[in-house]
């Protein structure tokens, strides 16, 4: 009968692409539990926390970013962008409350929460790691 081998062919189609639309869509960012690292070393909370998007040497190209909507921003240009001056206190608040205040960007997580996460809820902690990590960025700037 045609008519049946016609809607078993539309049927495996269909059931084809959603297999494919579900691939797709697996493709995103994993999302993992934070790592504990050393409130006191900048390069390890970079490398664990930072670098899966902005990539080790900061410039925006780490494995995660071709999957974000948003391209992560290349870090090691924030002096140069900035008058040669390296906005530190712009870089805190980012850290603290995300890009663009509370709500944040979908792709750039809200570091503040994550930190006190990992320091015990002592922000004195998230302070040093803050402190630790922004001084390594700086470590990062290119002319
Ligand atoms: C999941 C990916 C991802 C991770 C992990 C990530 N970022 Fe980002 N970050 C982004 C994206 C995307 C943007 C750009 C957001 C926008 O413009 O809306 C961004 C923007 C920023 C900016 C703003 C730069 C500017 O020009 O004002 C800073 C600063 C920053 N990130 C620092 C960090 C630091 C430090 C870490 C690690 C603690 C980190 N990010 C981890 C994705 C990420």
Redesign the pocket.
């Known amino acids: 009968m045609p008519t049946k081998f016609f809607r078993s062919v539309i049927l495996s189609t269909s059931l084809l692409l959603g297999v494919v639309a579900c691939e797709a869509q697996t493709s995103q960012?994993k999302k993992e539990p934070i790592q504990m690292t050393s409130p006191a070393s900048g390069s390890e909370?970079?490398n664990s926390?930072?670098a899966?998007?902005?990539g080790k040497e900061g410039k925006g190209n780490?494995p995660?970013?071709a999957s974000?909507k948003?391209?992560?921003?290349?870090?090691a240009e924030?002096a140069k962008?900035n008058e040669g001056k390296f906005?530190a206190d712009?870089?805190a608040n980012?850290?603290r409350s995300g890009?663009?205040g509370a709500h944040g960007?979908?792709?750039?997580?809200v570091?503040g929460p994550l930190f006190s996460q990992v320091s015990g809820r002592n922000d004195s902690i998230v302070q040093i790691r803050i402190s630790n990590?922004i001084h390594y960025?700086e470590s990062l700037q290119v002319k």
Request: hydrophobic fraction near 50%; glycine fraction near 6%.
């Open positions: 960012v909370m970079f926390y930072c899966p998007c902005h780490g995660a970013a974000l948003i391209p992560p921003a290349n870090l924030l962008k906005p712009h870089v980012i850290l890009v663009g960007s979908p792709d750039m997580p570091w990590l960025i």
